[in-house]
């Protein structure tokens, strides 16, 4: 029996510990009644700040209330309430706890006044609520945006939070969030010092702003710190900008390795200037987008593995093209590039057309799965899920198909042709199949291609055709044939052209990257990576 009531009291104490003292809910109900006397939005404004350093949770129902204009005056007894529209009249809740009260007449009601100024305040005070919330993310959200929304009101409640926090990160966040707040409060010289170090060790563009204002508004030390904090930030964004510019040089190398890849063969082992090699990637989108209709009407649960499915569907799509292309036109054409060139231009028109007239000309939906969506930061590195997964996808590619050339029989058969046609055909090797089933790799591989570039770029008729040139520029400059010198120019034009972008901007980047290019072909006429094969034999 002793033990029982034991247990019973540390419930009731456990609960007692859970709920605000009748002392502290009488205060609150206190600081809300003075919303009845406030003469004017100031005096209003002072009540929500008065409530907001509570930091109880349970004033979040009023202030949301007086945000959205539904705090209300009982003109009989002066009384606060929240209210809801109830038709002929409102329906009256408690403002603390939300009890349902009596209703009343709107014209025994006086609704309190909002203006812009005192919304910004109420969430600011919203936000300061929130820094005793149980979600880690909540918390940090709440700090956010205390730092974007500096005021010396917070620095009581952020102290309070800073003593209590145990996450670090959020402990961190806290601290800057205070820092920020010290910097618009009349806190001593010291102090102001002090937050500009924490300020400047953040390092951001939000830091940077922050900094910015206060230099503008300070004197003395405050300001030559604040100076200092400032050029230090700017040159830590330079570095992190120029890694943010690699990055994204790395993201569009992969997409032109993806797009080029496929050529390097075709061109390399064939000579073959295929023209229609952007269409084989557009196959390949349009496979995807066809994959996930079926998915989306007939299996929705299997929508993150939609990629997965469309990936071999795409290559044997491309391929079964490729190979017809080959075996119907190009085959009659070797050794007349020129033709060539205009025949493989033509299938091109046709194969967009096709498109047009089964899928219309307007663009596809294609949807991101869940783990190619979103992004997340390095630093100042802004990295997307998409961008990261294709640059995977695509050196798994580059390997895959290294070892087929490098390890494998048909790989050995086509380096032999690549290297003396001739004499490969001396040797028993059927150079019109190794032909027909390398351009049929080729165009696979641009199909594979296209099922990545869905997920970031409109899938249309015309998705093939931005590729096309880049395509045959990243090959021509890596070396004709050599997959390791397709790789290196793929990232060297893809970085090249994002550090030219902020200067040159895009196009005229793109146009600066062609004369060099250009250039380095006089000087090194078979690329990076010179293949020995039918240079020679010529």
Request: zero cysteines; charged letters at 15%.
């Amino acid at each position: 029996m002793i033990l029982l009531r034991v247990i019973g009291l540390m419930m009731l104490l456990t609960m007692a510990s859970l709920l605000p003292s009748g002392a502290a809910e009488g205060d609150l109900r206190a600081t809300i009644a003075k919303f009845a006397t406030a003469a004017n939005f100031s005096a209003t404004e002072a009540v929500v700040r008065e409530l907001a350093a509570s930091g109880d949770a349970s004033v979040e129902r009023a202030l949301s209330a007086l945000a959205d204009g539904n705090l209300y005056i009982r003109k009989a007894d002066s009384q606060i309430f929240v209210g809801k529209d109830a038709g002929d009249g409102i329906e009256l809740l408690d403002p603390l706890s939300g009890e349902k009260a009596a209703d009343a007449a709107k014209v025994d009601l006086a609704k309190i006044k909002v203006n812009n100024g005192l919304r910004r305040t109420i969430r600011d005070a919203l936000g300061t609520l929130t820094l005793r919330a149980k979600d880690p993310a909540v918390r940090l959200a709440a700090a956010a945006t205390m730092f974007r929304a500096p005021d010396a009101a917070n620095i009581e409640p952020l102290d309070a939070a800073i003593a209590a926090e145990i996450d670090p990160a959020v402990k961190a966040m806290f601290e800057q969030a205070r820092a920020a707040s010290v910097l618009v409060s009349d806190k001593p010289e010291a102090d102001k010092l002090a937050a500009i170090s924490v300020i400047a060790a953040r390092g951001d563009r939000d830091a940077l702003s922050l900094l910015t204002s206060v230099e503008a508004g300070a004197q003395g030390a405050v300001k030559d710190a604040a100076a200092a904090a400032i050029g230090y930030i700017n040159s830590t964004l330079a570095l992190w900008d120029a890694g943010q510019n690699i990055w994204y040089g790395i993201s569009l190398g992969s997409v032109l390795l993806l797009a080029a890849i496929g050529l390097a063969i075709t061109f390399g082992v064939m000579g073959v200037i295929n023209m229609a090699h952007g269409e084989m990637v557009m196959l390949g989108a349009y496979t995807t987008f066809v994959v996930q209709q079926v998915i989306r009407t007939s299996f929705p649960a299997l929508f993150d593995w939609s990629l997965v499915i469309a990936l071999p569907l795409a290559f044997l799509v491309a391929a079964l093209v490729g190979l017809a292309i080959e075996r119907g036109i190009i085959r009659f054409l070797y050794g007349r590039p020129l033709e060539t060139l205009l025949a493989t231009w033509g299938v091109s028109l046709i194969l967009q057309q096709a498109v047009r007239t089964i899928f219309g000309p307007t663009n596809q939906e294609v949807g991101n799965p869940s783990w190619m969506s979103g992004s997340f930061d390095i630093g100042q590195l802004a990295i997307t899920w998409n961008r990261l997964w294709i640059l995977v996808f695509a050196l798994v590619v580059f390997a895959v198909l290294l070892y087929v050339m490098k390890r494998t029989p048909w790989g050995l058969q086509m380096r032999a042709v690549t290297a003396n046609r001739r004499m490969a055909a001396s040797m028993g090797i059927k150079t019109p199949w190794v032909d027909a089933l390398t351009f049929a790799l080729g165009s696979g591989i641009a199909g594979i291609a296209g099922v990545a570039l869905s997920q970031i770029d409109n899938v249309s008729p015309n998705l093939g055709r931005g590729y096309i040139i880049d395509s045959f520029m990243v090959v021509v400059f890596g070396g004709v044939g050599n997959l390791w010198g397709t790789l290196v120019g793929a990232f060297s034009l893809g970085i090249v052209n994002k550090f030219l972008e902020p200067y040159a901007g895009a196009v005229l980047g793109k146009i600066v990257v062609l004369v060099l290019i250009i250039l380095f072909i006089q000087k090194r006429p078979r690329g990076l990576f010179a293949l020995k094969g039918r240079a020679v034999e010529a």
